[in-house]
Every structure is written in C-alpha cells, then in structure tokens.
C-alpha cells in the first residue's frame, strides 16, 4: 500500500512539475532541488575542471564570462533535462502503471495465497480419512489377492493330483506288465493294495489279461525276431515290424530253430509262471480274508463280489493264456519244415521240448494242447515220414551188405544197453509215476509250477548241454522230463540202478552171470570172449535193426500222438527184415508151397505186396515220401549159398534165421513198453503183429528143409549125408556156438524131412510086395538106428509118420477108408499111390474108385 | 533221401585198429562235430554224405567198422566192393601203428587189389603224447603207394580233407580208366545215365562182367 501511495505520490509530483516547468521554465527547475545532485555531479566535474582551467589570476570578468557561460550551460542543460523528462515521461507513467498493476496482482496473489493456504489446510485435515479408507481397501485387495493366489495353488494341487492319479495308474501299469514275465510276490501285493485304494480292482484284472496277451505276443516277437537271420545277417528291429509273426518264423533257420523253440518256451514259460503265481496269489488271499458276516456292509459285499470277479476271471484266463501260448509255439513249429531235419535227434528234442510244454499246460490250466498236439503230429509225421523211408532205405543197404556173419555180442549184452533203448530206463519210470500222478493232477502243490523258482524254468537244462547229440547218449535225464529236487540235482544220477523198473532188471540178471554190468560195453581188447549157452546170434544188420526198433520207440515215446504210425513203421522194418531173409535164403524152396504154412505164406505175400517195389517200376521213378516201397533187396553173397561144401550157406542161412528170431523175440521183449506207449484203441493190432511174429518164428525154420531135399531115399546114403550135415554142423557149432536149441530144431526138421522124402520114395513104388513091405520096415528101423546114434534129440520126431504109411499097405477097404480120413498128413498124391500100388493090389476097381474119390474130397476139403 | 542227386557213389571203409577214432573221423565228416561219448562200435556202423569233388557230386556210402579183434569176422564181410578206405592209426598209439600192416593186407586182399587207400594218422592234437613220427608214417605210405594225412577228429583238422583226397583220387582213376565203375565189385556206382554213356566209351568197359563171385 504505502508503495502504490508513494507511486502515486510521486506521479503527481510530475505531473505538478510539468505544469510548472511549463509555466516557469528553465528557472523553476533549476531552483528545485530534485536537480541539487545534478548540480552537485557538475559542480564536482567544473571543479576539476575548475582546476585546470581556473586560471590563476582571477578577474572578475573571466568569472562573469564564465558564469555567463556556465549558466548558458546550464539552462540548456536543463532545457535538455527538461525535454528528456517530457520525452521519458509517457514511459516513466507507463512504467509506473505497470507497476500499479503488478501491485494489484501481488495483492491478488497474495489473497489467493491466502485463500490457498486456507484451503490448504482444510484439505490437508480431510484427506487424511480418505487414505485410511484407501488403504484399508488396498489391503483388503492385498488380501483377497493372496486369497486368489492360494485358490490357484489349490487349483493346481487338484490338477496334480489329477495328474499323479493318472501316473500312478501308468505305474501300476506298467508294474502290472512287469509282472506278467516275473511275478514277484511283493510287488504284485504292492500294485494290488494301490488298486484297491484306487477303487479299481476289477478295471486291473481287465488290464491285467490285455498285459498278459500282449506280453505273449510282444515276446514271442521279439524272441524269434532275434533269431531271425536274412542273408546271414541278423534282422533290425525296425525291419522285423513289417512281417507277421508268422511269416517271421518261417525266417527262423533251421539251424537257429531248436535254439528258438527253447527260447520261446522259456519266455512264455515265464510268463505262464507269473499268471499261475498270479491266481496263486488271490487264491491266498481269498483263504486268509476271514468270511463275510451275517450281516456284511454294502463295501464287504462289494469287495467280495470284486473278489469273485477276480478269481472268474483268472480262471478262464488260464484257458486264454494257454491258448495264446500254444498259437504262438504252434506258429514256430509250422514255420520249419520237419523233414528237412537230417537228425532224428533233433527231431526228438524237439518233441520233447514240446511234450514238456504241453506237460507245462496240462498242469497251467488241465488243457490236452489240442492244437500244439495236432500241430507236432503233423510236423512229426511230416519228419517221420522221411525218416522211416531213409531208414528203410538204410535197411535196405545193410542188407544187401550183409555177410550173415555172427556179431559177436559181449556177455551180458543186453539191448537195454544200446544207446537207442537208454530212454527206456526213465520212460517206465514215467510211465509209473504219471499213473499214480493223475489223480492228483491239478492239485495246489505238487506241480511243476512249485517245483520252479521265477528265474528257473523246466526248460533250463536243456541249453546247459546244447549239443542234442549228447540227448539220447548220456544218462542225463535232460532228455525226459527233469526233475529237479530244491537243489537242483538231478535225482536219477544217484540211485541209477534202483529205478530201473523190473522188467528190465530180470533181463539183466538173467544174461549178466557175475560179471559187473558193462553198460558202456567198455570192453577193450577181451580175447576171450565167453558166450553163454543161450548167447543170440545175431547178424549185424539185427543190431542195426534194434536200433532202429529203439529209435522208433523213443520216437513213440516222445511223440505218442503218431505212436501208431510209428509202431506200423516198426513192423515194417521187422516186415522187411523177415521178407529178406525169407527171400535170400528160401526161395528156393518157395515153390514147394506146402511146405510153408499158409499163414506165413500169406504175411510174405502181403509183405511182398505192400513193401516191395515192383523190379521195373523202380529206379527211374522218384519215390515219394508217403511211398514206403523198398526195393528188392539184392543179395550179396548168392555163391555161399549154393556151394555144397558149406551145405548150402547153411551157416548164413542159420543165423539169418535167427536173427530173425532174435529180433522177434526182443520185439516180444519190448512188447511191454510198445504196449504203453500206443493208445489201447490200438492195441489189438499190435497182438495181431505178435501172433504174426510168432508165426513166423514157428515158421521160420522152413530154410533148412531143402537141404536134404535131393537125397536119395537109399537109407546108407542118407545116413552118410547124415553124418556130414552133423561134422560140418559141429565144427560150425565150434566156431558159432549155436544154442542147442537150433541144434536140435535143426535136426528136428532134417529128420522130419527125411521121413516125408521116405514116404514120398515109398509111395512112388509102383508094385511092392509084402516082403518089399517089409524091407522097406527094416530100413526104416535101419535108419532110426542110426539116427539115434547122432543126435541127441529124443524122441525122433514124425517116426510114426512113415511107420503107419508102411503099415496102411497092409490095411483093407473098410480099414483104409477110415485110416485115410484120420490121418490128414499124407497129401492125396501119397494116399492115391498107397490106393493104387499097395492096398489096391487087393481091391477091386470100383473100390479103388470110391476111396480116390474120398481122398479127392479130402483134398478139397483142405483147400477151401 | 530219395531226391539226392549224385553223379557217383563210392563205397568207402574205414579200417584200424580199436580206439584210433574211426567212428570219430566219421561223425566229425558227417555232423561236422566231434563225439564226446564215443564207445566202441559194435559190427559195423554206417554214414553217408554227399561232396563235391572235381565237379562231380559224389555220395560216399562209408561203412565205419569195428577195430576190435571179436568183430573182425563180421567187419571183413563188408570190406568187399570198397572203392576206397581209410586206414587210420593212433599217432599216440605205436602199436596201432605197428597194426597197419596186417590191415593193410586185409583191405587188398578182401576189398580189391585196386582199392585206394588213404592213411590217417589221427589224434593230431595229442602232440605231446606222439609215438609215431610224420616222417615214419609217410615212408610207410610211400612204400606202401597210401596217401598220406595226420587228422583230428577232436578239431577237425584235415577231416574232410582226407575223404575228399581219397575221392578225388578214385576219380581221377575213373577217368583214366584205371579204374572201371562197371566191374561188379568196383565200389562204384553211377548216379545218373549221363556220365555212364560218357565213360563207356572207354575201352575197358569189358573185362569181367556176370558173377565174379569173390
């Protein structure tokens, strides 16, 4: 204020002074004294100007002039003063507006300041509320934030669990297919427990089968992919996918076969372990979960239901599991072709390979392995069919080598022994054990699958010793089905001799007198070989044959399915065997079609019809494998044969004969055990075979009848042939050592046939008179007399033969009617010579007539 | 089996003394592996296979005989009609060396004058355990016009190289017409028409046909 006064004021003042200035002029501003300080500034500056110039005398005058001047000076500076206030004027009252302006602005400002500051500090005291409010509600978002935050994690935990839920089903999962090749008690009670947490037992048996068919599958894949070889090189995985399991079988070398068919047996015997173990397992459960109440909560019937389900399922899934395997196996087998094998032992461990898994799935689920047994049989027959042809073949050739020279068998040889019948020691044994095994067959304890532990299996032992070869020579029971005691020892090694099932042990007793049992026949050098009075003799085309009758058998044995095609391929071999012989050795004689029994002239014939080839159609034609057709044999020694010297081969001719026997009598040896091994269904064709057998053995002696078929009836000469048949058939007797069985058989049929060419020669007398009669009486007795001095056999068979056909000459009509139809005997060429030159010196014509006619009745009667 | 082809087939022995490994040699030419549980053969034992030798395919139809004393009545029925014949000692066996002799004469006399024959000196391994030089046994040869081989039937060595010699060299004798296929008896037989019209164009072909009844 005071400065806006002052402003003012001093506004006015000029405007004052302008009035008066422009009244008074340069006077009145000069005598202001605003201008004193002017007047002061310039007098300082005329002072120094004073100084220098002021001279030093001072006149008055200059003083005056100079005043003057100064004056002068003056008024036209103030006149300057004065035209620069005016000029400056309207700036200076601008000026001062302004700052009146700026004052009134100040003063503005300073009562907004004022009113600021008031408001200031009214909202300085209200907002202070507000930011409490805000932060409470910044809070509470903090809060709710966090809330937010914690409903995520939440969220997520729930997503987690979800998840872990879901892995852990996969876990199971897969725990669950684990246990599929390897149960393992624990575990499975582990994975079982979290399923019943889960609330999803039935869901896991469900997985449970799915794992189980999908394992047998992969594996089985998998298992023949890695043996699988292309070109020589092992087969890639990826390049395995493409083919069907089917067509990878058929891959499978045949040298990696047997190899492969172990490993697949293994593994899915693996897997059937686990699922046995498996149902074992919830069988225990089941017996140790106390019964239900009488009053059972809904979650016990529930959980028992489960239970059932459980075990329902299980149970079918045996047949499933078993039938899967056996498709697999099935697959494998028909991949190779059988007859392709060159070994039979191969074929053989095969076989038994297959019976002991099929043994494995009539314990797993009480199944008869319907398809693997069909599939093996085909396969079998398929390798059998070529086997037998190649043995026959074999035969053949051994045959036509043979020399008929006696084998010398060691004491206490005994077929038994020969590595081809070693299996029948532990297949007996079987046999008896699997009798008493069958009632018991699907109990709990006593099975195979106890018998295992998960990392063993009854396929183990096998690989061990992988050279088949050793199967059938070693005493191992790796052949047959092993049994493994908890240590794992084989049982048989030890108490070798007490197993040995009776039958066979009487046989040893019987031919081992006191020397120690040489089972390996480890004879070394023994220059003085001893043999009994009963040793056999035997050629050695017979020992190749009884090998071959043992490897037949354990053909049958392991494979009963074809046992009988096999029994049928057997006879045929002993069939052929005989046919030889009979065809080297007495063909001859074949002619005289009465001399052989009718019977034994039909088994030749058919023989001869199924068997042999027909000389022309041979050779060029390839021969089939069903065609069991052999070629004649050819024999190899047809000089011995007819040599006099050597009575006709009659060494060869005696023990090809008995070898024959000797094979009969050991087929009737062995009788007992084909019995076993052939369904009964076809028994009565084997009893057909061994009355066929027998009839040959009584038969089979025709060969040495031709011998004395050319003699003369002249009684000295016979004797004499007598005498020589005896000296050579000592020495031969020295050098052979016949049984004295033969011995006597022999002169038995020599003697016999001596009496049927004494009647012959006596009934081709065409007139004889009773003192002929009666000479040729003496003869006879001559002869007898004779005979008895030689040979020890008593009493001299048929001798009534040729006595009553002497005596019958002596005979009237009614007599020799009634004696002709006694005595069968004679043949009718006999009776109608006695008719017409002995008796019928006495009768007439017409009786003559009627007692032809009879005798030709007869001899029709006996056709027919 | 009944398809095989050959084009000859060639009886073939194998003779020694027992224990030499006769069987062995043979089970390790056909199986192509050596038998662990040998024991000693009884009579006579068979093996056949078929090789390829100087571009024919030839069935060997070898008899494996008994080198024990007691069988040699049964074992000498078969030396008739061999083409060829493996004499085989025990190289760690003097005396069954000594023994080669008398077989030596058994195989000319009983089989053919002409058989081939190829001595073997088997067990080659147990070379610590000789007691029969290669020098010695190879002048033996020598004089005796054998071929020559030390084998093994325990690893194999030279196995088959001994059949495949000895057939060999009957060929070789075929072809010359040293040897005539067609004499009953020879040890040999033709496989198929082809080579038989081939060969007997030879001269030979005549000399003793019918029963030569030996």
């Known amino acids: ?864 | 089996m009944a398809s095989e082809s050959y084009d000859f087939l060639l009886k073939f022995l194998i003779i020694g003394s027992a224990g030499t490994g006769k069987s062995c040699l043979l089970h390790q030419f056909i199986e192509n592996k050596f038998k662990q549980d040998s024991s000693h053969t009884i009579g006579v034992e068979f093996g056949s296979k078929v090789i390829n030798c100087s571009n024919k395919t030839v069935k060997l139809q070898i008899w494996d005989t008994a080198g024990q004393e007691r069988f040699r009545s049964v074992t000498k029925s078969y030396y008739r009609g061999a083409a060829g014949a493996l004499l085989v000692y025990d190289i760690s066996n003097r005396d069954s060396y000594n023994a080669l002799g008398a077989w030596l004469t058994d195989a000319r006399t009983l089989a053919s004058p002409q058989i081939v024959i190829i001595l073997i000196g088997n067990k080659k391994d147990l070379e610590s355990e000789r007691e029969v030089t290669f020098l010695e046994a190879s002048r033996f040869a020598q004089e005796n016009e054998l071929m020559f081989l030390e084998t093994s039937a325990l690893s194999g060595e030279n196995v088959e190289e001994a059949f495949l010699r000895c057939s060999k060299n009957i060929l070789t004798r075929i072809e010359s017409g040293e040897l005539n296929p067609d004499r009953v008896g020879s040890g040999i037989q033709y496989g198929d028409g082809t080579i038989r019209k081939l060969s007997s164009n030879k001269p030979e072909v005549s000399s003793s046909d019918g029963n030569c009844g030996c």
Request: charged share 30%; with cysteine; aromatic share 10%.
């Open chain 1, 1 to 864: 204020m005071p400065l806006k006064d002052r402003v003012r004021h001093l506004l006015h003042r000029d405007q004052n002074k302008d009035r008066g200035q422009s009244a008074t002029g340069e006077n009145e501003i000069s005598q202001t004294p605003t201008f004193s300080v002017t007047k002061d500034d310039s007098a300082i500056e005329d002072e120094v100007d004073h100084d220098e110039k002021l001279p030093h005398e001072l006149s008055l005058k200059i003083i005056e002039s100079q005043r003057t001047e100064l004056q002068k000076k003056l008024k036209s500076v103030t006149k300057k003063l004065s035209e620069l206030v005016l000029e400056n004027h309207t700036a200076y009252m601008g000026e001062l507006q302004r700052v009146m302006d700026l004052q009134e602005d100040l003063e503005r400002a300073n009562v907004l300041c004022a009113s600021g500051r008031k408001k200031l500090t009214l909202s300085r005291e209200k907002f202070s509320g507000a930011g409490l409010g805000v932060l409470g509600k910044h809070r509470k978002k903090q809060l709710l934030s966090y809330l937010l935050q914690n409903f995520h994690t939440i969220k997520t935990l729930q997503k987690t669990d979800i998840h872990l839920r879901e892995l852990l089903e996969e876990k199971l999962d897969v725990a669950l297919s684990k246990i599929c090749s390897k149960f393992d008690s624990e575990t499975y009670t582990t994975i079982q427990n979290a399923y019943s947490l889960l609330g999803k037992n039935r869901a896991a048996m469900d997985q449970l089968h799915m794992h189980y068919t999908s394992a047998i599958h992969n594996t089985a894949f998998s298992v023949v992919t890695g043996h699988v070889e292309e070109k020589g090189e092992a087969l890639i995985k990826e390049e395995a996918q493409k083919f069907s399991y089917q067509d990878l079988c058929k891959k499978v070398p045949i040298s990696r076969f047997i190899e492969c068919l172990i490993h697949l047996s293994k593994e899915m015997w693996y897997i059937m372990h686990s699922y046995y173990y498996v149902m074992k397992w919830h069988k225990d459960e089941e017996k140790n979960v106390p019964k239900l109440d009488s009053y059972p909560s809904i979650a016990d019937i529930e959980n028992d239901y489960n239970k059932k389900y459980v075990l329902k399922k299980l149970e079918t899934g045996f047949t499933r599991v078993w039938q899967d395997v056996q498709m697999k196996v099935k697959l494998l087998l028909f991949g190779t072709d059988f007859s392709s094998f060159s070994k039979f032992e191969d074929l053989l461990f095969i076989l038994d390979l297959t019976n002991r898994l099929m043994l494995v799935g009539e314990e797993f689920c009480g199944s008869k392995s319907k398809t693997l047994q069909e599939t093996i049989r085909t396969q079998s027959i398929n390798y059998f069919k070529s086997h037998h042809r190649a043995r026959l073949d074999e035969l053949r050739m051994y045959l036509e080598n043979e020399a008929w020279e006696v084998c010398p068998l060691e004491l206490g040889f005994n077929i038994f022994n020969l590595q081809e019948f070693r299996f029948l020691r532990t297949a007996v044994q079987d046999a008896n054990k699997s009798k008493s095994d069958t009632n018991g067959m699907r109990c709990e304890v006593n099975g195979i699958f106890e018998k295992y532990n998960v990392l063993e299996s009854p396929f183990d032992c096998i690989i061990e010793d992988n050279s088949p070869d050793d199967v059938v020579s070693t005493d191992k029971p790796s052949n047959d089905e092993p049994e493994v005691d908890e240590e794992g020892k084989t049982i048989y090694n030890d108490n070798d001799e007490d197993d040995i099932p009776d039958e066979l042990k009487q046989d040893f007793i019987d031919e081992q007198t006191g020397e120690t049992p040489s089972r390996n026949y480890k004879a070394g050098e023994t220059n003085d070989v001893k043999f009994s009075q009963n040793s056999s003799v035997v050629a050695n085309t017979t020992l190749t044959t009884i090998r071959f009758f043992g490897r037949y058998m354990h053909i049958m044995h392991a494979l009963s399915p074809i046992a009988f095609d096999v029994l049928i391929s057997m006879t045929q071999l002993f069939d052929y065997y005989l046919f030889t012989v009979f065809s080297f050795f007495s063909n001859e004689t074949i002619s005289n079609n009465h001399q052989l029994s009718s019977k034994l002239a039909a088994t030749l014939k058919r023989i001869k019809d199924n068997m042999i080839q027909s000389s022309h159609a041979s050779e060029s034609v390839s021969v089939s494998v069903d065609d069991i057709k052999v070629q004649f044999p050819r024999m190899s020694l047809d000089a011995t044969l007819f040599d006099a010297g050597t009575q006709r081969g009659l060494a060869c001719r005696i023990i090809a004969t008995e070898s024959v026997i000797f094979l009969a009598d050991k087929l009737e040896l062995l009788r007992l055990h084909l019995e076993t091994m052939i369904p009964s269904s076809k028994r009565p064709f084997l009893s057909q075979f061994y009355s066929q057998i027998r009839l040959a053995m009584n038969n089979v002696k025709w060969d040495v009848k031709e011998i004395m078929s050319q003699h003369s009836s002249y009684v000295d000469l016979l004797i004499q042939e007598f005498w020589r048949f005896d000296t050579y058939f000592k020495s031969l007797a020295r050098r052979v050592l016949l049984p004295i069985e033969v011995y006597n058989i022999l002169w038995d049929r020599c003697i016999k046939l001596a009496n049927k060419t004494f009647v012959d020669g006596f009934s081709n007398v065409k007139k004889c008179s009773n003192e002929g009669r009666a000479l040729m009486q003496l003869d006879f007795q001559q002869y007898l007399l004779q005979l008895e001095k030689m040979t020890t056999v008593r009493p001299i068979p048929e001798k009534e033969y040729v006595e009553n056909y002497v005596k019958a000459y002596y005979l009237t009509e009614s007599e020799i009617e009634k004696w002709i139809r006694s005595h069968k005997e004679y043949s009718s060429k006999h009776l109608s010579n006695l008719v017409l030159h002995g008796v019928g010196s006495h009768l007439n014509k017409k009786q003559k007539q009627k007692i032809l006619n009879l005798i030709e009745d007869i001899e029709k009667g006996k056709k027919s």
